[in-house]
């Protein structure tokens, strides 16, 4: 089965540089989100996106944006890098379900972009 | 804001043993998801509870949802090495489908063979 694909896997920059990480969903999902894990920690949310437009916000800088396009496709981008902005990056998709009563909407995670920030 | 807690955040069990992990949100949760995360791995959905009071199982595994739908637990009968890793408990940050998640601390499986 399809499964959510990450490029880069690995991505290795320097202070105040800029990145950006792209995220191909699962096949027909309609919602799109990403994660950012630091080492031992668990997984912080930044943003969503459904149906290509912005859903949810979490803890996500401003020197980060994100879009998501036509084709489903998400990209996150980083800008002015720091130190510690290195960690894993998960994308992950979901096709929300169900009622206003009970809505799964299951998410599944890519295997992650690893930022390095030297 | 909306905070999961998990305890206990590392779990030593030999294996055969029963393990369980338990997770409390400061909020009533609209749902709550259960994820597995294997070292240098990514988070593997395992379940999705909704109801108050719902009890799911999955082979060896038990997952439950508090009455208030404020905490949850989920218990596995005769560990084995295979279930080594960091179970996550989630819950989404407001209730809307496309809301992220709020992930617990995680628990740390440690089974000693």
């Known amino acids: 089965a399809a499964g959510v694909i990450q490029s880069p896997r690995h991505l290795i920059k320097e202070k105040r540089e800029t990145a950006t990480l792209k995220c191909y969903p699962i096949?027909?999902?309609?919602?799109v989100y990403w994660y950012q894990q630091g080492p031992g920690q668990d997984p912080q949310f930044l943003i969503s996106?459904?149906?290509?437009?912005?859903?949810d916000k979490g803890s996500i800088p401003d020197r980060f944006s994100a879009q998501q396009f036509s084709d489903y496709h998400s990209e996150l981008n980083m800008s002015s890098l720091e130190l510690g902005d290195s960690a894993l990056y998960f994308c992950?998709?979901?096709?929300?379900?169900?009622?206003?009563?009970?809505?799964?909407?299951?998410?599944?995670f890519g295997p992650g972009t690893r930022l390095t920030v030297l | 804001g909306q905070q999961v807690m998990q305890i206990p955040q590392y779990q030593h069990v030999q294996e055969g043993e029963d393990f369980t992990t338990y997770c409390n949100s400061s909020?009533?949760?609209?749902?709550i998801q259960w994820y597995k995360q294997r070292p240098g791995g990514h988070p593997v959905f395992l379940i999705q509870?909704?109801?108050?009071?719902e009890v799911k199982k999955q082979k060896r595994l038990t997952f439950q949802f508090g009455e208030a739908k404020k905490n949850s637990s989920l218990h596995i009968t005769a560990t084995q090495t295979t279930d080594v890793g960091t179970y996550f408990c989630?819950?989404?940050?407001?209730?809307?489908?496309?809301?992220?998640?709020?992930f617990g601390k995680g628990t740390h499986l440690i089974i000693q063979p």
């Open positions: 992950a998709s979901s096709l929300i379900a169900g009622t206003s009563a009970h809505i799964y909407n299951e998410q599944f």
């Open positions: 096949p027909r999902h309609d919602t």
């Open positions: 996106f459904y149906e290509k437009m912005q859903s």
């Open positions: 909020t009533t949760l609209s749902n």
């Open positions: 509870l909704v109801k108050s009071g």
């Open positions: 989630a819950g989404p940050m407001s209730g809307g489908g496309a809301d992220g998640l709020t």
